[in-house]
Every structure is written in C-alpha cells, then in structure tokens.
C-alpha cells in the first residue's frame, strides 16, 4: 500500500477506535448520555425562545409607551387646559374631573404593564437599580418588608442576563406575595469569579414538596426555566421558618 494512503488508513482506524472508546460501555450509559443530550437540547431550545419572547415583551412595551402612552399623556394636558376654561355648572366640572381621573389611572396601568413587558428600570440604571425598585414596589403594595443585599459593581451583566435575574426575582416575589403570608423577605446576591449565586428568603408559612411537584406551579416552573435556559442550578426549600431559594448562575467571562 502507499505510504500516504497507509497513513490515510492509520488516522481514520484511530478515530473510529476513539469514537469506540468514547461510546458508553453499557446500555444504561448510552441511556444516561441520550438523556444528558436531550437535556442540553431542551435547555438550549429554552435559551432560543425566552430571547424571542424577551424581544417581543420590549417590543410591545415600546410600542406601548411610545404611541399609546404619549396619546394619553396629551389628552391629559388637553384636559388640563379644559378644565380652566368657565363651566356653565357644579354637574360639568364634576364630570370633567372625573375623567381627568380616569385619564391618570389609564396612564399609571399603562406604565404598569409596560413595565411588567420590559422593566423601564433595567434601561435606566441597570441591574442593580431596577432591582431596588422591584424592592421598593413589593414593599409598597404588599406591606412586606424586603431587604436587598448586593453590590453595584458586581451586578453589571449583559442585557440577557440582567433580564433574566430581573424576572426571577420578580416572579419569586409574586409568589411569596401569593403563597407565603410573609412578614419579611431578603435578596441576597453575591458574585464569586464567573458565577453569580442568588438567595431569597422568606419568613413566611414554607412551601411543602407537594406545591413544587404541581404541574399548576407556573411560577416555579418559569423560574426553573429561566434558570437552566442559562445553564444554571436551583434548588427550593421549605420549613416551618420559610422558603429559601438558592440559584448559582454561571456568568460569560
């Protein structure tokens, strides 16, 4: 045989010995390797379509605030200006001061909901910043008293990511405003090299196994769907003291 096709031969012997080699010795293995592999699918596929429906949500919350929200923001002045002008009687000023009311509740919904598509917050300041709004709004209308405990400096991510710890938080506070009859709750976030781990805390009645097992627990379903999307690790607790989430986040270097 030719040397160049001998050495031809050689290399490809090698590689099939060394696909060989790397194949699971058993079939409990394969098994195990074909599950890890549809899991890595699956977490990948997630990672596709919460970027779409991430896209999407700012999509709409622009749209929302910029068409929408300036029409209601000139009608107000419109009405503004209306409501100085002479009126022939009590009943007219009442009406015109009820829509005026109207009006100011359609803008605070608006900005509600636009906020809940794209926190506006992100976009201003960061991280860091929307998260001690997210607090402060919690705390507002819940009455709960929640702690955030964390460094700016250390919460400077990439827009993905950012959205995707904001979303968390946000859907473990819904939850524990839901479920827990909580009196407080802390946020802890902590970065160590390239991985970013999150706590939050709760003092409230403590989820049971059976809760996290429903297929109705959406919440705790989209909260474990975004943490692998990213490639991370959760894990949920709950005792007569409360509920602790633990989540460790592998970052981009």
């Not at 709004?137 to 995707?164: I, K, M, P, Q, W």
Request: net charge neutral; aromatic share 4%.
């Amino acid at each position: 045989m030719p040397r160049p096709l001998l050495v031809a031969a050689l290399l490809i012997a090698a590689r099939i010995a060394c696909r060989l080699d790397a194949r699971p010795a058993t079939i409990a293995e394969q098994r195990e390797a074909d599950a890890r592999a549809r899991m890595a699918g699956r977490r990948a596929t997630d990672y596709a379509l919460e970027n779409i429906r991430e896209e999407e949500r700012a999509h709409i919350a622009r749209e929302l605030h910029d068409d929408l929200g300036q029409l209601l923001a000139t009608l107000r002045v419109d009405m503004s200006l209306l409501m100085r002008q002479p009126v022939a009687d009590e009943a007219t000023r009442e009406l015109l001061a009820g829509m005026d009311g109207r009006l100011l509740s359609a803008i605070t919904s608006l900005r509600r909901i636009a906020s809940n598509l794209r926190p506006h917050a992100l976009d201003e300041g960061g991280l860091y910043f929307a998260l001690q709004s997210l607090r402060h709004e919690f705390e507002e209308r819940h009455g709960v008293a929640c702690e955030l405990v964390g460094r700016e400096d250390e919460l400077v991510l990439n827009d993905r990511y950012s959205t995707a710890i904001f979303r968390i938080v946000q859907e473990s506070l819904t939850n524990i405003a839901r479920h827990a009859q909580a009196r407080r709750v802390r946020i802890t976030l902590r970065r160590q090299r390239a991985t970013l781990f999150l706590t939050i805390e709760d003092d409230g009645r403590g989820i049971a196994q059976a809760d996290m097992e429903k297929p109705s627990s959406f919440g705790l379903l989209g909260m474990r769907e975004r943490v692998w999307a990213i490639r991370g690790d959760i894990s949920i607790s709950g005792s007569c003291r409360g509920t602790k989430i633990e989540i460790h986040l592998p970052l981009p270097e």
